[in-house]
T-cell receptor, first 110, second 116 residues
């Protein structure tokens, strides 16, 4: 069956360190992969998109990688800050649909 | 610039009641969609619309109706609420379905619905 997996356990990171979140998938051949941020009581906010022919995409302190051989995307936040604490969702574009992961809660401790 | 506005923010319904969740956007987006978000699960698409007068079913359409009479509004109707419809509902939009898939969607703040 088709699956997208994000770590369901919260990720606790010390302020200033790099936070790395993982999005794994099986049985898809995604064209693009999107990452969103979701704060409590709010809707997801689009952050970055990476295409299958791109290995890496950067935006300020954010970096996304996409390894179609490993079927995995990594989302990095460098120099993390308490304000980066949120749930981060990945979504695959496959066959003209967006398939969503359940999200990983990131907690940045001062 | 309001973006995507959803009302109400919270709602409690009794089983069998009906209600309409409202979604409005002021960005002239042709594509609008409804998702539900349940604990431990990814967002699931309920219905979507690629323009006024055009709607289609998503992954979990049963128990929900939609219509799109204007570009701005895309209401979601629950005809006879069931406890299984307890969830958080999000409306999302983009200039087009393709543009959303390629550049991301704009979401509303959600409606938390409880059916007792």
């Amino acid at each position: 069956s088709q699956k997208i997996e994000q770590n369901s356990e919260a990720l606790n990171i010390q302020e200033g360190k790099t936070a790395t979140l993982t999005c794994n998938y099986t049985n898809y051949s995604p064209a693009y992969l999107q990452w969103y941020r979701q704060d409590p009581g709010r809707g997801p906010v689009f952050l970055l998109l990476i295409r299958e022919n791109e290995k890496e995409k950067r935006k300020e302190r954010l970096k996304v990688t996409f390894d179609t051989t490993l079927k995995q995307s990594l989302f990095h936040i460098t120099a993390s800050q308490p304000a980066d604490s949120a749930t981060y969702l990945c979504a695959l574009h496959s066959n003209y649909q967006l398939i969503w992961g359940a999200g990983t809660k990131l907690i940045i401790k001062p | 610039n309001a973006g995507v506005t959803q009302t109400p923010k919270f709602q409690v319904l009794k089983t069998g009641q009906s209600m309409t969740l409202q979604c409005a956007q002021d960005m002239n987006h042709e594509y609008m969609s409804w998702y539900r978000q349940d604990p431990g699960m990814g967002l699931r698409l309920i219905h979507y619309s690629v323009g006024a007068g055009i709607t289609d079913q998503g992954e979990v359409p049963n128990g929900y109706n939609v219509s799109r009479s204007t570009t701005e509004d895309f209401p979601l109707r629950l005809l006879s609420a069931a406890p299984s419809q307890t969830s958080v509902y999000f409306c999302a939009s983009s200039y087009s379905r393709t543009r959303g898939l390629n550049y991301g969607y704009t979401f509303g703040s959600g409606t938390r619905l409880t059916v007792v």
